[in-house]
């Protein structure tokens, strides 16, 4: 079945490393995962700025490699991220900030959004607490 | 078509288990993840109005298991390959964020 | 066919970006002419009082997103009866936005394909 996984929480949230442990059981179970779109203060879970103790779960980095593991097709929300400070090199340099996203994540619109809800047969989203 | 609602917030001082209740259909599950999952605790008014319906309830074992909440009979403990067969067995997955 | 999405809004304008959000979404569904639907519950029927004044907290106003739902094709708008009375509302700023009882709101669940509670 293919999913498309939503995310609206940062990534010290709770729901944020349940999303990473139902896509990874997802992947696991033969399943397939259209597009991981990271929404509202998901898009933190794309941050590079983001430093984690040593003996703490480290979520940027597990979805960095879940998604080049997988080759999976990872969206940030553009004005969710700007809006946050999330920003990738193009947006940086158009802004003056610093950059705090880049490969394997790519920053679109909304629209990515609509696509993978349209091109999957389930969208499961994971925010809040 | 069935929906599987999924709750995180503590039902303590959050409306969404009220408002869940509320709407919820006959042929729809229950997941209670995170803090939720407090509202398995016997005797108060959460647990009372979960055990007044009969429906389909589920909790995900480690928050469960984290906090020290004993699964009652009414519901099924899962991990996380279930949780996602149950968003398979279910035409939708409706997480109040 | 085009897969349908509900949009289910529960939080007050005033909370944070949440609100406007979840509005995000509608407007951009709309805008692909996808079958969107929005429905106000619990506090997001907030978002529909009257006399609103966002300059008084220095935000832009929601309303005027709000009014432009049947202009983006969103004309699929619900509030639900129960959240509003609850919360002393009876005139909503969206005249469009169609009154549920709690039965209609689990019908109306049933049948979008595919739901997003913000």
């Not at chain 1, 794309?46 to 940027?60: F, G, I, K, R």
């Not at chain 3, 935000?59 to 699929?76: H, I, T």
């Not at chain 3, 009375?85 to 909503?92: H, I, M, T, V």
Request: charged share 20%; glycine share 6%.
């Amino acid at each position: 079945m293919k999913f498309a996984i939503a995310l609206f929480s940062a990534a010290h949230a709770p729901s944020s490393r349940r999303a990473l442990l139902f896509a990874q059981a997802a992947l696991a179970g033969g399943h397939e995962i259209v597009r991981l779109f990271f929404y509202q203060d998901g898009v933190y879970n794309a941050s590079t700025s983001v430093v984690t103790a040593q003996d703490e779960l480290d979520l940027p980095r597990q979805w960095r490699e879940l998604v080049a593991d997988h080759q999976l097709d990872g969206v940030v929300c553009i004005a969710a991220a700007l809006r946050r400070g999330v920003l990738n090199e193009e947006e940086a340099s158009r802004y003056q900030r610093s950059v705090a996203v880049g490969a394997p994540w790519e920053l679109s619109g909304l629209g990515q959004l609509h696509d993978a809800v349209q091109n999957a047969d389930r969208l499961i989203c994971f925010g809040g607490a | 078509m069935s929906t599987l609602h999924v709750l995180s917030h503590s039902p303590f001082g959050d409306d969404r288990l009220t408002s869940c209740l509320r709407i919820i259909g006959t042929d729809d599950g229950l997941l209670l993840c995170g803090d939720a999952v407090h509202a398995l605790q016997p005797g108060t008014a959460p647990f009372n109005a979960l055990s007044t319906r009969a429906l389909k309830l589920f909790v995900l074992a480690e928050d469960a298991q984290a906090r020290a909440v004993n699964v009652p009979d009414c519901a099924a403990s899962i991990d996380y390959p279930a949780f996602v067969e149950l968003s398979v067995h279910y035409d939708k997955v409706n997480s109040w964020l | 066919m085009a897969k349908s999405l509900l949009i289910i809004s529960r939080q007050s304008p005033w909370s944070g970006p949440s609100a406007r959000e979840a509005l995000d979404i509608v407007l951009a569904g709309g805008a692909f002419d996808l079958p969107i639907g929005l429905l106000f519950l619990d506090d997001g029927v907030f978002q529909l009082a009257t006399g609103q004044n966002a300059r008084a907290l220095q935000q832009k106003d929601l309303s005027a997103n709000l009014q432009a739902l049947p202009m983006f094709g969103v004309e699929e708008l619900f509030v639900c009866a129960d959240s509003a009375c609850a919360r002393g509302l009876s005139n909503f700023a969206l005249e469009e936005a169609q009154g549920l009882a709690a039965h209609e709101v689990t019908a109306l669940i049933d049948r979008y394909d595919q739901v997003i509670t913000l």
